[in-house]
């Protein structure tokens, strides 16, 4: 019988932290189901659970670049050091995250003691590395010019990720200033997008953000489909800056005080 054999090769870091936001997605679900506390009418759990699933999204994108790099970049001072600090970063907002929630509190625009101002502090400082991150990997895919990238992919890649944390730098710091989600005062039994939990009735700036993460993955994407119909790389510039307008139009809706969709 032929032997099994494994390859000696370990994982990638992006990897890695991939299968623990994997892991950590399945563990806040199990703990959903044992645990009906609510804060704010919203399910203990719900917090740490999006932020999980949010992180398979952000670094399954980043793995799927990272195996397209050249070695001289992927293991190269530059991304080796970046990634070492978006883990730290990602590792101490969901340890975070997940104490607040076990402890019946929430962890985001909690002020209401030192600890938690510090803390929220903190995270602001922890998200913005994350995207800055992101960034750096934009620039490292488009000098590396052995990546396994076609032209329309690189720029996709390139202009995604860098707008994306621009875009995302823009909506945070706006919800960081902030109290809240929203831009007037919902009311007890005020509409909601179904799924999302985005308010109908008042301005939300999650929608904006939301659009703003996920630049990185929707510019690439596009510049893939855009290299196999044989499109021109400028096609990804039209495209970014269509997606860029229509990600500020829906932030100036929300400041101006008026939902996505009012239901």
Known sequence: MQSLTFSSEA?????????V????????????????????????WAKPMKFAISLIVFFG?????????????RDGRLLRG????????????????????????????????????????????GATLLVVGVAVYGVAAWRDTWADLGPALRMGVAVGFVGSTVLTLITALTLSAMSGHFIGTPGPDAATIPLLGWSAAVGDLRPS?????????????????????????????????AYAVITMAVYAQALAGMPLIRL
């Open 11 to 19: 994982p990638r870091p992006l990897m890695v932290l991939t299968a």
């Open 21 to 44: 936001s994997v892991a950590l997605a399945t563990m806040t679900l199990i703990w959903s189901f044992a645990d009906p506390r609510l804060i704010d009418g919203v399910p203990v």
């Open 61 to 73: 994108t980043l793995a799927l670049l990272d195996a397209r790099l050249s070695p001289a970049w």
């Open 82 to 125: 970046t990634t070492v600090v978006m883990a730290t970063a990602m590792v101490f907002e969901m340890a975070y995250i997940i104490f607040m929630a076990a402890r019946g509190e929430a962890s985001h625009f909690n002020q209401s003691t030192p600890f938690t101002q510090a803390m929220y502090g903190l995270m602001g400082l």
């Open 209 to 241: 953000h939301f659009l703003a993460l996920h630049m990185m993955q929707a510019l690439p994407l596009a510049g893939l489909m855009f290299d196999r119909l044989g499109w021109s790389s400028r096609a990804v510039l039209v495209t970014a800056a």
